[in-house]
């Protein structure tokens, strides 16, 4: 009899070291799934017409405030830009108000750094709608965006979409010399 308690004690002794540590590694996975970011973007349609563009938003949750950082690095400006335009989808129509939106020299962060706005380059911003309801953002620095090693971002500080899913801001400059603007690429971003 005694024997049997023994085995028995240790039996459980066995079973609590390999069902404990099983139950806590396996805890984490239970906790959200949601939150579950990918890092990898998804196009439909990928032709060579397209150029994907750099982004940063602060917050990607449904009506939430956000500020939304739309990168123009040195590999996407050819030329010296006078006029940058920017298509803007309707969900964000209604929460973009021209004082909520700045042109500045920005540091893209990365993992020892954050984004950050170095310095305000000064321009004109003018906010359009046309016949068939398309919203453009119309940017005119005073001095034309140079061809330098610099980054340079169009910051919008508004508030996030009702609706979730994927929004696309396309965005077409007006090189020095020139009077027609050509496509830059274009920003997919995400809400949740």
Known sequence: MFKKSKRLIL????????????????????NN????????????????????????????????????????????????????????????????????????????????????CLEDIPADIEINTDESSLTSLDIYPFSPLPTNKESYAIVLKVFNPNKSGLIQFHSFGQPKGESLSSYLGSWTIVID
């Open 33 to 116: 799934f949601q939150n579950a970011n990918a890092g990898l973007e998804f196009q439909w349609d990928q032709d060579s017409g397209y150029r994907r563009l750099k982004w940063f938003q602060k917050e990607n949750k449904r009506k939430f405030r956000n500020t939304i950082y739309l990168f123009l690095r040195p590999s996407d400006r050819n030329t010296e830009l006078l006029k940058i335009n920017v298509s803007i989808p309707e969900k964000f129509v209604s929460s973009l108000k021209k004082e909520k939106i700045s042109l500045c020299k920005v540091r893209i962060g990365g993992f020892e750094n954050r984004t950050k």
């Open 11 to 30: 039996n459980f002794k066995i079973l609590r070291f390999f069902l404990i540590p099983t139950f806590l590694v396996s805890l984490p996975f239970f």
